[in-house]
């Protein structure tokens, strides 16, 4: 099973450049969005890892623009975890309007301790349930 989650989104209107459209910077915190709720749907909060001295941050983001959004247009973000190593992740996303590909992102983050230094990625965050969350699909 693919390891992916899809979120709603409404472009708010502070989120607009002068012309009406969603500012291209948006789209960073947008993409953050979808990394902590892929990971809430996996059954992990980020704020229990951070807690346990569990961070991660961006290392490297890549934005390739297909369509303008406006204010109040509803969208889709689908954030899909494609590759896992002992401390990195690396993420691919789609923005959509409705079948409108509006954005295609990739993320590499890296997992480091409170003291900024690399550090293992806890067993099973990937999964559902795995160490740093509670299994939310058991009965």
């Keep these: 099973m693919a390891v992916e989650h899809t979120i709603a989104i409404r ?4 989120e607009c450049d002068p012309m009406g459209y969603l500012h291209h910077s948006i789209h960073l915190q947008y993409l953050e969005m979808g990394r902590v709720e892929l990971l809430r749907s996996l059954g992990h909060r980020y704020a229990d890892l951070e ?6 941050v961006v290392v490297k983001v890549e934005v390739k623009y297909k369509a303008p959004a406006r204010y109040d ?9 494609v590759k896992q190593t002992h401390v990195r992740l690396d993420h691919a996303y789609a923005l959509k309007r409705g079948d ?9 983050i890296a997992c480091v301790g409170p003291d900024g230094q690399l550090m293992a990625i806890p067993a099973g965050l990937g999964e559902r349930g795995g160490a740093g969350g509670t299994d939310r699909t058991a009965g």
């Design 11 to 14: 472009v708010r209107y502070p």
């Design 73 to 81: 247009d509803e969208l889709a973000l689908t954030t899909r975890l």
């Design 100 to 108: 409108t590909l509006l954005a295609e992102a990739a993320t590499t």
């Design 51 to 56: 807690k346990q001295g569990v961070m991660f």
